[in-house]
């Protein structure tokens, strides 16, 4: 039996996946607010879990940043009181089992690859797209981490192929101008649709309005999709999968991925394109369905 964790900002979801992919059982409570208050939620239900399954089971754990192996403290998390905490090693004194700690975008695109929309794929990218911008690397089965461990991190590469009014771009957190995050993510869609119409409209009502043939709201979504066809087609001259899976909320826009996919062939270096984009197959579970997928990671 393989548990998994996926810890949130909001909430803790933990489940039981059995050997051939079906949730056993599955548990929910709210993140509580403070390093020892979670350790103890998530112990608890590991242990609940096993319980509940009648097996003592794998522990996979997927966090909102990622683990330092020289250190084994956590950084880059957005749940900040979990940075510089040895989140893995706590949990495997409490537990006393070996625990792995992964990138929940990582768990995303392991869980697709999986027994998700990119199951059977030797090569898949899983896409994040929602607040933010990122994505994970899987082949062969298995979830590549990378050196500096931000393998996927395409969100905080440049525009590729910038027209003349994206050159400069807009500021990012990370310091730089001109993200793919600050064009592709939800707040970017709606920021450029607001640079264009002088109109402050939330990316449901902007998607909304160009469904029902807005001219405005077509434009700007439009600008969007050939945005995102530009990043991905850069994605697949290096990388070359043989699948893209989209995730996060803005992977719900209906048409998305088959609007990408009709775009690539301008800008991806080939004279054809066979690289499959899809939309993901398990919703808002892919994440803690990746935790309880981590064993085995790349290099070990």
Same mark, same amino acid.
């Given at each position: 039996?393989?548990?998994?964790?996926?810890?949130?900002?909001?909430?803790?979801?933990?489940?039981?996946?059995?050997?051939?992919?079906?949730?056993?059982?599955?548990?929910?409570?709210?993140?509580?607010?403070?390093?020892?208050?979670?350790?103890?939620?998530?112990?608890?239900?590991?242990?609940?879990?096993?319980?509940?399954?009648?097996?003592?089971?794998?522990?996979?754990?997927?966090?909102?940043? #990622?683990?330092?192996?020289?250190?084994?403290?956590?950084?880059?998390?957005?749940?900040?009181?979990?940075?510089?905490?040895?989140?893995?090693?706590?949990?495997?004194?409490?537990?006393?089992?070996?625990?792995?700690?992964?990138?929940?975008?990582?768990?995303?695109?392991?869980?697709?690859?999986?027994?998700?929309?990119?199951?059977?794929?030797?090569?898949?990218?899983?896409?994040?797209?929602?607040?933010?911008?990122?994505?994970?690397?899987?082949?062969?089965?298995?979830?590549?981490?990378?050196?500096?461990?931000?393998?996927?991190?395409?969100?905080?590469?440049?525009?590729?192929?910038?027209?003349?009014?994206?050159?400069?771009? #807009?500021?990012?957190?990370?310091?730089?101008?001109?993200?793919?995050?600050?064009?592709?993510?939800?707040?970017?869609?709606?920021?450029?649709?607001?640079?264009?119409?002088?109109?402050?409209?939330?990316?449901?009502?902007?998607?909304?309005?160009?469904?029902?043939?807005?001219?405005?709201?077509?434009?700007?979504?439009?600008?969007?999709?050939?945005?995102?066809?530009?990043?991905?087609?850069?994605?697949?001259?290096?990388?070359?999968?043989?699948?893209?899976?989209?995730?996060?909320?803005?992977?719900?826009?209906?048409?998305?991925?088959?609007?990408?996919?009709?775009?690539?062939?301008?800008?991806?270096?080939?004279?054809?394109?066979?690289?499959?984009?899809?939309?993901?197959?398990?919703?808002?579970?892919?994440?803690?369905?990746?935790?309880?997928?981590?064993?085995?990671?790349?290099?070990?």
């Amino acid at each position: 039996m393989r548990i998994g964790i996926d810890l949130g900002g909001t909430k803790i979801e933990g489940i039981a996946l059995s050997a051939d992919g079906e949730i056993f059982v599955r548990q929910r409570v709210s993140t509580p607010n403070g390093y020892a208050e979670c350790l103890e939620a998530i112990t608890s239900m590991v242990l609940a879990l096993d319980h509940a399954s009648g097996a003592r089971g794998s522990v996979g754990v997927g966090i909102p940043g #990622t683990i330092v192996p020289a250190t084994g403290l956590v950084k880059n998390a957005n749940t900040t009181w979990l940075n510089q905490q040895p989140l893995g090693r706590d949990l495997e004194s409490q537990l006393q089992r070996p625990v792995r700690v992964m990138n929940d975008a990582n768990c995303f695109a392991l869980s697709e690859a999986s027994d998700g929309a990119g199951a059977n794929a030797d090569v898949v990218f899983g896409v994040i797209l929602g607040t933010g911008v990122g994505g994970g690397i899987v082949v062969g089965g298995r979830c590549l981490v990378g050196a500096n461990l931000i393998t996927g991190e395409w969100g905080h590469n440049p525009l590729p192929w910038p027209e003349p009014d994206e050159r400069l771009g #807009t500021a990012c957190y990370c310091g730089k101008y001109g993200c793919i995050e600050t064009w592709g993510s939800g707040p970017g869609l709606e920021r450029d649709h607001a640079r264009h119409t002088g109109q402050m409209l939330s990316t449901r009502e902007i998607v909304s309005f160009a469904a029902a043939g807005d001219p405005d709201a077509s434009t700007t979504m439009a600008r969007y999709h050939d945005r995102l066809a530009r990043s991905l087609a850069s994605i697949i001259n290096v990388l070359d999968p043989d699948v893209i899976v989209l995730g996060g909320g803005m992977s719900n826009i209906g048409g998305l991925a088959e609007s990408i996919a009709g775009r690539l062939a301008r800008y991806v270096f080939s004279d054809s394109v066979v690289t499959r984009v899809v939309r993901n197959a398990h919703g808002d579970s892919s994440g803690v369905r990746g935790a309880a997928w981590a064993w085995p990671v790349v290099g070990e």
